[in-house]
C-alpha cells in the first residue's frame, strides 16, 4: 500500500463517549417523534453500520431494518457528484414511516439521490439522520431531519465509516490529517 494516509493514525475528533452520548440523544429524539407508531429504519451502507446498530437499540417502537447501498466516490476523497444504487431495500416502503441513517452528509449529494429515490416509493413519512453533517460543503439544499455532530471539512475515519476501506473498526471518530 502506497498511500501514506493509510499509515497515519487518525486523531481523535469525537471521542467514544460522547459519539455514544450523541447516539441515545438522537435515539430519544426519534422515539419522541414517532412514538406509537411503526418504523422502517434504513441503513445507509457501509459507512453507518455502527451508527445504525447503536442507535436502532435505544428505540422503543417496533421496526424493521431494511439496507441500502450507494456508492459515491470508491477510494477517493473527492466526490465524483455521481451516485449509484448498489443494493436496493428488500421491502415495500409504501405508506411505511421511513428513517434513513447515514454517516457523513459532506455536498449532500449521495443524501439528495437515496431521499428522493425513496420519496417516489410513496412512504407515509421520510426523515434522514446522518451521524457528522459537514455544513460548510453542503451543495444541496437537502434536509437532515436528525443531526449528530456538525463538523468541518476534514476527511473523517472510524465509527464505520473508511478511508479506502480502512478504519472502520475504530471506536471512535477520528481525522486524517493533510487530508484536504
Ligand atoms: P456527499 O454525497 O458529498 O454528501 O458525500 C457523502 C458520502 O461520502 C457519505 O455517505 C460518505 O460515505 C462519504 N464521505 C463524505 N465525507 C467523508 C469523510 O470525511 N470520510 C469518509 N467518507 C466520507
Ligand atoms: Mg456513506
Sequence with gaps: MTDELLKQEPKILI????????????????????????????????????FFTDLIRHLDMPLSC????????????????EVKLTLDVGDVLENKHVIVFEDVVDSGL????????????????LKSCSLLVKTESLQTDVEVDYTGFKIGKEFVVGYGIDYAGKFRG???VGYLENSH
Excluded: W
Design 66 to 81: 431494511e439496507f441500502l447501498g450507494v456508492s459515491s466516490y470508491p477510494n477517493r476523497k473527492v466526490t465524483s457528484g
Design 170 to 172: 475504530l471506536p471512535y
Design 110 to 125: 449521495t443524501l439528495s439521490f437515496i431521499m428522493n429515490t425513496l420519496r417516489a416509493r410513496k412512504p407515509a413519512s
Design 15 to 50: 471521542p467514544e463517549v460522547r459519539l455514544q452520548a450523541r447516539v441515545a440523544e438522537i435515539a430519544q429524539e426519534i422515539n419522541h417523534d414517532f412514538r406509537g407508531r411503526e418504523i422502517v429504519a434504513v441503513c445507509v451502507l457501509k459507512g453507518s453500520f455502527i
